[in-house]
């Protein structure tokens, strides 16, 4: 098979997953096993208490569909953003699990829910941050799409994620969303003290998807590329979007138009955390997307 045609198989792979049918988020969808249950309470139950005088990082890896690729991105993504952001002991990872790399809990969205309310218990919201990660499939004029072969489906709206955050009154937030037309949640999520940074505008699809992969794209660029460099953050995804633009220019494909979105009062932990990253660059994790060396 050509490269042209092998891609062309991905993107509508892509495509139809992120068109499915899907009902709007239900509170229960999702809801997992006794046994899921009492697994990620005993790791949320072991998050540490904010250092006061400390900008902490509490960060929350989520994988909110069951293609390996999405829970393989949401696992490793986990490891380099506790790593980048000094938040060793003090990261979520919400993920199918794959042999012997195991998350602390499924990605659904009353584990995320869960995860987030626990994280701002511990946290001081006023001077800690919360670094959230999802990747899945997204819908146009819709939003993220969650999908379980065993739960069911679901989309989770601009709306439904923001009243989330809003409701654990988490004050410094970095969210980070892997989908295609993730930009539609921007102007949801935008606020003095955000940053928000996605893997395409809102009338674009990003790239990667294909269930086999160990990245998206995004994932690729970002989490396993770019923020292994010892460089700020908004200079990492400065990084990632110029490779993205890079790949999909020649393969002659629609550029994914990655967002990012400083909130005006944002700088200050942006600068506390960029002090404390890692000074030595460390190198990716797994195999690039398959898209790129067909």
Same mark, same amino acid.
């Given at each position: 098979?050509?490269?042209?045609?092998?891609?062309?198989?991905?993107?509508?792979?892509?495509?139809?997953?992120?068109?499915?049918?899907?009902?709007?988020?239900?509170?229960?969808?999702?809801?997992?096993?006794?046994?899921?249950?009492?697994?990620?309470?005993?790791?949320?139950?072991?998050?540490?208490?904010?250092?006061?005088?400390?900008?902490?990082?509490?960060?929350?890896?989520?994988?909110?569909?069951?293609? /390996?690729?999405?829970?393989?991105?949401?696992?490793?993504?986990?490891?380099?953003?506790?790593?980048?952001?000094?938040?060793?002991?003090?990261?979520?990872?919400?993920?199918?699990?794959?042999?012997?790399?195991?998350?602390?809990?499924?990605?659904?969205?009353?584990?995320?829910?869960?995860?987030?309310?626990?994280?701002?218990?511990?946290?001081?919201?006023?001077?800690?941050?919360?670094?959230?990660?999802?990747?899945?499939?997204?819908?146009? *004029?819709?939003?993220?799409?969650?999908?379980?072969?065993?739960?069911?489906?679901?989309?989770?709206? /601009?709306?439904?994620?923001?009243?989330?955050?809003?409701?654990?009154?988490?004050?410094?937030?970095?969210?980070?969303?892997?989908?295609?037309?993730?930009?539609?949640?921007?102007?949801?999520?935008?606020?003095?003290?955000?940053?928000?940074?996605?893997?395409?505008?809102?009338?674009?699809?990003?790239?990667?998807?294909?269930?086999?992969?160990?990245?998206?794209?995004?994932?690729?660029?970002?989490?396993?590329?770019?923020?292994?460099?010892?460089?700020?953050?908004? *200079?990492?995804?400065?990084?990632?979007?110029?490779?993205?633009?890079?790949?999909?220019?020649?393969?002659?494909?629609?550029?994914s138009d990655p967002q990012i979105s400083v909130g005006k009062d944002a700088g200050g932990w942006l600068a506390a955390l960029d002090r404390r990253a890692p000074k030595?660059?460390?190198? /990716?994790?797994?195999? /690039?997307?398959?898209?790129?060396?067909?």
């Amino acid at each position: 098979m050509s490269r042209r045609f092998a891609f062309i198989g991905a993107i509508l792979a892509c495509l139809l997953a992120g068109t499915a049918p899907a009902q709007q988020l239900d509170p229960n969808a999702g809801a997992p096993s006794a046994n899921e249950e009492a697994r990620l309470a005993q790791s949320l139950a072991a998050l540490p208490p904010q250092r006061p005088g400390v900008v902490d990082a509490y960060v929350v890896s989520v994988a909110l569909d069951s293609d /390996p690729v999405f829970n393989r991105e949401a696992r490793e993504a986990g490891r380099v953003l506790a790593s980048r952001f000094d938040a060793a002991g003090r990261t979520i990872v919400l993920a199918a699990d794959e042999g012997a790399d195991k998350a602390q809990g499924v990605g659904s969205p009353p584990h995320l829910a869960q995860a987030l309310g626990r994280a701002a218990q511990v946290m001081d919201v006023k001077e800690d941050v919360l670094v959230l990660y999802s990747t899945s499939h997204g819908s146009p *004029r819709a939003g993220i799409n969650y999908r379980d072969v065993a739960r069911g489906a679901a989309v989770i709206t /601009p709306e439904q994620l923001a009243g989330l955050l809003a409701e654990r009154k988490f004050e410094n937030r970095l969210i980070i969303l892997q989908a295609c037309f993730a930009g539609q949640f921007v102007p949801a999520l935008s606020a003095p003290r955000t940053v928000v940074a996605t893997a395409a505008s809102a009338t674009r699809s990003s790239f990667g998807c294909s269930a086999g992969n160990d990245w998206t794209f995004f994932g690729h660029a970002l989490i396993n590329q770019a923020m292994r460099q010892p460089e700020s953050f908004v *200079r990492q995804f400065r990084r990632a979007f110029v490779t993205i633009f890079g790949w999909e220019r020649k393969m002659g494909i629609d550029p994914s138009d990655p967002q990012i979105s400083v909130g005006k009062d944002a700088g200050g932990w942006l600068a506390a955390l960029d002090r404390r990253a890692p000074k030595i660059a460390s190198a /990716p994790a797994g195999n /690039p997307p398959s898209e790129l060396s067909n």
